[in-house]
Nanobody, 121 residues
Framework: QVQVVESGGGLVQAGDSLRLSCAAS????????MGWFRQAPGKEREFVAA????????YYVDSVKGRFTISRDNAKNTVYLQMNSLESEDTANYYC??????????????WGQGTQVTVSS
């Protein structure tokens, strides 16, 4: 029902910042909780951050707390992931995800194609 497309990845040095964007279409954007996952080579896909439909509630994996910020602009049907103080361990393909309703109550996840973030040390 909803389609999401990520952008903003790239190659950066440790300590640098990147801002990822995810544009949604095909659904009522505010009805969807939005989130970001990442997958490094040889590893399972890992939850990174999520935000409620209104933007009032956010969740983060411990490893990115204080460095990453998830936000959304419902007027633009877009969710963002601001990544600061990047580390080599943050290197991964980052995927945008949409879930109808509350983040932890949803059964179906709608995935983007991913955008690559590479952090050199």
């Amino acid at each position: 029902q909803v389609q999401v497309v990520e952008s903003g990845g790239g190659l950066v040095q440790a300590g640098d910042s990147l801002r990822l964007s995810c544009a949604a279409s095909g659904g009522t954007f505010t009805s969807y909780s939005m989130g970001w996952f990442r997958q490094a080579p040889g590893k399972e896909r890992e939850f990174v951050a999520a935000i409620s439909g209104s933007g009032g509630t956010t969740y983060y994996v411990d490893s990115v707390k204080g460095r990453f910020t998830i936000s959304r602009d419902n007027a633009k049907n877009t969710v963002y992931l601001q990544m600061n103080s990047l580390e080599s361990e943050d290197t991964a393909n980052y995927y945008c995800a949409a879930r109808f309703g509350r983040w932890y109550n949803a059964r179906t996840t709608y995935w983007g194609q991913g955008t690559q973030v590479t952090v050199s040390s």
